[in-house]
Structures are given as structure tokens and as C-alpha cells.
């Protein structure tokens, strides 16, 4: 297995994945060696080509999401665009690439918003810990008022916000117990994302919190470095870390969304119709790919268990333990956030809520 993961490192040498991983599109699943270099083709020799980096393989829910929203661009525009989809990263990381749509060398990219808080304090919002109950109240938050505001504001870092597409909520996996409380993280060395957001939730929560490259961390269980990791679980699935992992617990303490971005100065430059046909594309694109993410996770969960993973549900008295471990984390970085946007997040998080 040690073997096999050098392989692909060495395939991907170049490319700038170790990058992604440190900390941003954690959802990432192993690339397919055989069509990692082949980008979809345009049809037309005709067509204007939008290139896409996506830091996931063909076989996630972004990718396939994104795709719709290419087949969604073709239609409208009668050909007029081709929607290149670059996977793996062959372009860039989450931040490599989303520094090349803001400068206009290239058109789209839809990052984990994790990986844009240096660019945008207010996305931090979404890696406040224990955050959203349910995919459905998150849905209301991204697609209502707060979340359009959060889109619009980013027109003045030079990057137009289309639409939320869905990461999803990372859950925790460990080799050592089954975890229901956070008494039962204590001493755990678990893998997180380079995010001091994460960093501080963990350690309320009492594990041991131990950032490091996504593309290491499959070795690092297997050789016992660490004990565990924490993800969404169609990356949990696809990365097999059943292999090296016998426990899961569906805690759901951060819901993260990839946003869909197109570089500010090329979509000026577009006519306003074709601006029209792009937007509505990627609103029905993002309720595909929200669908196709939600039906992913429902079927791996018992893939997960079948595979010989115990797979463990909090109730909800068990988990009110969790969030109130990291409320403290909220009053830590309020001020980094924006008191007012945490204030408003939370306050329609409750009204959703009831």
C-alpha cells in the first residue's frame, strides 16, 4: 500500500496537490492515473473554452457537478462555450488556483472555502465549529441573503461568486476507539486541516490536533504517526482509510462548502446574456451536485460499515457535549470573523432551526 501511494506522489509531482491538501479541498479522492492529464475536450472548434481547475478527481461530487454545470453552459449558450474540466489539481491547489482566476489566466475554479479565508475573513464563518444541524439549514444559509452577501463581496477581490456547491461535514475516524464523547478524543493525535479554527475546536474537544499534508496522512495511520483524521465521508470512502481505520463517528462538527468562482475581469467582459446563462447554470448545477453529494454519503456510510468499519451516530444529548466543548472557539475568533456576520449567521441558524 506504502508502495502504490509513492507511485501516485511521484505521478502527481509537479502539479501541486501536496498544496491543496495541506489544508484546503480536504475532500480530495485519489486521481485516475489514466485520465488525470486529459481534460474534457471541447466538441467545437468554434467554441470560446472556460478552463476549470478542480482540486478532486472524476469520480467526486464536485467533478460531477461541475461537469453539469459545463453540459447546463453548452446548452444555453448553443455551443458558444466549452467548459474544460481540469481535475486533480492539474492546474493548481485550491490557492494556486484561485490566484490565477483572480489575476484573469484563468476563468473558473470552485475551492473549499477553507482555503480562501486569506483572501476573505468572512468565509471563516464556515469553519465555526458544530455550525450548521443539518445540510438543509446550511442550504438556507448559503442560498439566502448572508450567504449572497458573502458571494457579492468578493467582486472587489477580483473573483465573482456564482454559487455554493457542497463539501459536506467532516467526520472523525481513529484506529484506536470508538469515540462518543470528548473524553474519548484525549491523547488522540488526529489529523487536521492547517486551519487555527480547526486547530482550536480539536483541542477543546481534547484530542491532540496534528496538521500535516493530505497526501501523508494515509501512511501516517498506517505506520501509527497519527491515530486518526477527520473529513467528509466520500473522502473517508474513496482515500479507503477503512483500510488503516476501524472507527468512525458521524460528528459533523464542520459543514463546508466549495464555492463556485469565475474571474471578475473575464466575466465583465462577457455579455451580459451569456453572464445570465452562466449564473443560472451554476444554481442548478449546485442543487445537482448538493443531491449527488447527499446520496454519496448515505450509500458509503454502509459501504463503510459493510467494509468492516464500526460506524458510530452520536445521539443528540452526545453531541451537545461536543458543541459546548467549542463554544469558546466562537468568542476566540469573533473579531478575526466579524462580530456582526457571526451574530447574524447564528441568530438565522436558530430561527432555521425551530
Known sequence: M???????????TGLMVATLVTGCGLSSAKPDPKTAATPTAP?????????????????????LGMKKFGD???????????????ANAQLGDDIKATESVRM????????????????????????LPFLFPNAEVAD???????GQNILDGLSA???KGLAYMENGFRDVTNSVREIKSPADLKGLKIRTMENPMHLAAWKAMGANPTPMPFSEVFTAMQQKTIDGQENPIPTIYLQKFNEVQKYATISNH?????????????????????????????????????KVSRDMVKD????????????????????????????????????KIGKDLVKKVTDEVEKLSK
Open 2 to 12: 506504502i508502495k502504490r501511494r509513492k507511485g501516485l506522489a511521484t505521478l502527481l
Open 43 to 63: 466538441t467545437s472548434a468554434n467554441a470560446k473554452v472556460i478552463k476549470v481547475s478542480i482540486g478532486v478527481n472524476e469520480v467526486s461530487p464536485l467533478y
Open 72 to 86: 447546463l453552459v453548452k446548452e444555453g449558450t448553443k455551443g458558444k462555450y466549452e467548459i474544460q474540466l481540469y
Open 104 to 127: 484573469g489566466t484563468l476563468e473558473m475554479t470552485p475551492p473549499s472555502t477553507s482555503a480562501l479565508t486569506g483572501i476573505d475573513n468572512k468565509l471563516m464563518v464556515f469553519d
Open 140 to 146: 438556507k444559509v448559503l442560498d439566502g441573503p448572508i
Open 157 to 159: 477581490k477580483g473573483l
Open 254 to 290: 464542520v459543514y463546508t462548502p466549495f464555492i463556485v468562482l469565475f474571474s471578475q475581469k473575464i466575466w465583465d467582459a462577457m455579455p451580459k446574456e451569456d453572464q445570465a446563462i452562466f449564473q443560472q447554470a451554476a444554481l442548478e448545477a449546485k442543487d445537482y451536485q448538493r
Open 300 to 335: 458509503q456510510v454502509g459501504k463503510l460499515r459493510t467494509a468492516g468499519m464500526t460506524v458510530t451516530e452520536l445521539t443528540p444529548a452526545q453531541l451537545k457535549v461536543f458543541q459546548d466543548a467549542t463554544k469558546p472557539v466562537y468568542d476566540q475568533f469573533a473579531d
